[in-house]
């Protein structure tokens, strides 16, 4: 998962095959939610390439890239970047799920049936990317993980929602 302190971010949405209706979603050990694969960007190394290696490290599949969709600027509160996500769509070649860490759980999901525990910034990039009209898109973004659209998941998990916060907004 990329850093929220400001170093950009690559993720690559594996879908089942070309109908595109089912994806692969990770279930993460250290906070309750399903995840794409995806992470931060390793200096000198490409965005496509951070995500194919993501990928890999989290699920152990062969992966491809099929395209890149887009990317997400996350700004300040000055309206300047303060880092980037960037998107692209893949595929499983090959290979059996083996977890990054033990305990996560992988799993194909229907596009139309997500899982509860999700966050609104996941859901962003896979409806961004089943709507994508193959022109690549740049979306501007003040805040990734709004607070009243991701309420059910404080309601849900009160404690990894204050441990997130914290870790990610509050330390230095």
């Known amino acids: 998962m990329a850093n929220f302190k400001g170093s950009n971010g690559s993720f690559l949405v594996l879908f089942k095959d070309d ?3 089912e994806i692969f ?14 992470g931060g960007i390793e200096p000198g190394e490409t965005p496509e390439k951070a995500a194919i290696r993501e990928a890999t490290e989290e699920t152990s599949f062969k992966v491809k ?5 887009g990317h997400y600027e996350f700004l300040n509160k000055d ?8 998107v692209y769509e893949g595929r499983v070649i090959s290979g059996t799920y ?5 305990g996560n759980i992988g799993k ?5 049936n997500l899982p509860p525990d999700i966050t609104s910034a996941t859901r962003r990039k896979i409806t961004d990317i089943v709507t994508h009209n193959n ?9 990734e993980l709004p607070f009243t659209s991701n309420l059910k998941l404080l309601f849900r998990h009160p404690f990894a929602f204050l441990k997130f916060v914290n870790k990610n907004f509050f330390r230095k």
């Open 25 to 38: 979603l990770i279930f993460r050990t250290d906070y309750p939610i399903w995840v794409l694969t995806g």
């Open 19 to 21: 109908s595109r209706k």
């Open 108 to 112: 194909w999901f229907s596009i139309n």
């Open 79 to 86: 309206n300047s970047v303060l880092r980037k996500t960037f």
């Open 135 to 143: 022109e690549l898109f740049i979306k501007r973004v003040k805040n």
């Open 65 to 69: 890239v099929i395209k890149s969709v």
């Open 98 to 102: 083996k977890p990054e860490f033990k």
